[in-house]
């Protein structure tokens, strides 16, 4: 069993930033990949931004130029750094875990809100 832990979820003013953070623990024998998610309400879960264990990065492009994802494969921890926040990032993030034995894991959620 894979924990995964998120914060730094919260509510700020469009323009302003914030920074999420997971860590991964428990039974892990290998972490593939680690990434960011969310979900507004009605919409599907997209993803926000990936990061694979060799440190091959990939973003959203509603995202690219904004956010950045980066981690420590020694913790098992990856963060998600939001600069110029629109109201359109709204969302829940979800950390997404791809532990190379078990499969996915996810994180509890975290609520972003960025008001206009």
């Known amino acids: 069993q894979v924990h995964v832990v998120e914060s730094g979820g919260g509510l700020v003013q469009a323009g302003g930033s914030l920074r999420l953070s997971c860590a991964a623990s428990?039974?892990?024998?290998?972490?593939?990949?680690m990434g960011w998610y969310r979900q507004a309400p009605g919409k599907q879960r997209e993803l926000v931004a990936g990061?694979?264990?060799?440190?091959?990065?990939n973003y959203a492009d509603s995202v690219k130029g904004r956010f950045t994802i980066s981690g420590d494969n020694a913790k098992n921890t990856v963060n998600l750094q939001m600069n110029s926040l629109k109201p359109e990032d709204t969302a829940v993030y979800y950390c997404?875990?791809?532990?190379?034995?078990?499969?996915?894991?996810w994180g509890q959620g975290t609520q972003v809100t960025v008001s206009s």
């Open positions: 997404n875990v791809r532990e190379a034995l078990q499969g996915d894991y």
């Open positions: 990061l694979t264990s060799s440190g091959r990065t």
């Open positions: 428990g039974r892990i024998f290998s972490i593939n990949a």
